[in-house]
């Protein structure tokens, strides 16, 4: 069991916020009822899992859920990457120190790695299930045939099989719909979704034509690279329609767009993100939103053709970063 809203801190943790506002986060989210807590080795080069670890600390370990990711370069050697036994066999260990815990609940490969034999991948990490030093196994952004694969091997060699897949998902990006989505509900899969407010563009806070707000992601040096794919003018000025919709339902924007992933029965958690304590406060009032189909289709018309639906949007780097 997941809390439904998760509490991610790619890009602010060790980064964009000071600690004392990364702790302040995490209170506000433990206050207001998550347990499920998403990072990743890389996040910050490292620091995010340490903060996490510090503002976790003290807290009721079974209370809580924490999820963090291999794959992504950690250090500048050929090994410090990637999903080999070498370098998730030295990864976990190194998560875990960071994180202060002794395991992890769901681990997750944060791409899928072509230059490693599946099979080598999978048979590591159901090794490190036996060692009880992760409970569950997951992926990110991995394809349906990938996922597949996956499945199949692990069926036939008696390995652990993967519980999640962490997708982008939002409304303007819904690239999962059309293959992972159908697959995953056949095999039992859950989609913990990341960038639910996509980035932030989904609250309305950046107008098209105007600069972006002061502190805000568009405008810190890490975050605006990432951002930048829905800072177009189209994108955003249809987002500034959707305004009355969430008001008409007595919703933040921020609010709807969390519910509006919630409502696709594969979608397990949604994780946002946070730069202070007062954002968390306002989306994670998201779960237990009902939308009803009418609302569904209005924002599906406000939209019009700035989503993003294309099944080959979800892609893996051919070579190790
Ligand atoms: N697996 C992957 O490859 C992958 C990739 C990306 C993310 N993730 C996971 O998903 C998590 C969430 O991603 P994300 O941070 O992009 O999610 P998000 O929830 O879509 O965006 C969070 C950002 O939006 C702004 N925001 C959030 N709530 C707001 C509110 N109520 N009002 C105004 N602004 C608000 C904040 O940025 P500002 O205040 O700075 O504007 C906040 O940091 C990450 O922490 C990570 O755990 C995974």
Redesign the pocket.
């Known amino acids: 069991m997941v809390s439904e809203i998760s509490y ?5 943790h060790g980064s ?1 916020v000071e600690e004392d506002a990364a702790k302040q986060c995490v209170q506000a989210a433990l206050d207001e009822g998550i347990t499920t807590f ?3 080795d890389v996040y910050a080069g490292t620091k995010a899992e340490e903060v996490l670890g510090r503002a976790l600390h003290g807290v009721r370990r079974e209370s809580l859920e924490i999820f963090t ?1 291999v794959f992504w370069p950690t250090g500048s050697g050929q090994n410090d990457r990637g999903l080999s036994r070498k370098h998730i066999t030295e990864a976990i260990n190194g998560s875990l120190r960071r994180l202060q815990t002794d395991y992890v609940d769901l681990y ?1 490969a ?1 791409r899928f790695d072509y230059e490693t034999p599946l099979e080598e991948t999978l048979k590591t990490f159901d090794d490190l299930v036996r060692q009880g030093k992760v409970l569950y196994i997951g992926v ?2 991995w394809t349906a045939d990938q996922i597949a694969q996956a499945l199949k091997i692990a069926d036939e060699m008696g390995f652990d099989r993967i519980v999640s897949n ?1 997708p ?1 998902y ?1 409304m303007l990006w819904r690239v999962i719909e059309t293959e992972i989505v159908p697959l995953s509900e056949k095999e039992g899969v859950g989609q913990i979704v ?7 563009v989904l ?1 309305g ?1 950046y107008v098209p034509g105007q600069q972006p707000p002061e ?4 405008t ?1 040096k890490s ?1 605006s690279a990432m951002i930048s794919r829905f800072m177009r003018d189209d994108v955003l000025t249809r987002v500034q329609e959707l305004k009355p919709v969430a008001s008409d339902l007595g919703l ?1 924007m ?1 609010q709807l767009a969390t519910a509006w992933v919630l409502q696709n029965p594969n979608v397990s958690s949604a ?6 304590p007062d ?1 968390v406060r ?2 994670v009032k998201a779960a237990g939103v009902k939308l009803e189909a009418g609302v569904l289709q209005r924002i599906d018309e406000v939209l019009g053709d700035v989503v993003e639906r294309d099944a080959s949007k979800t892609v893996s780097p051919r070579t190790r970063p």
């Open positions: 991610g801190n790619w890009l602010t964009q998403d990072t990743a990711k997750q944060h990110s952004e962490q982008q939002n990341w960038s639910p407010i996509a980035q932030g609250t806070k502190g805000s992601r568009a810190d975050g933040s921020a994780i946002v993100g946070a730069s202070r954002q306002d989306n």
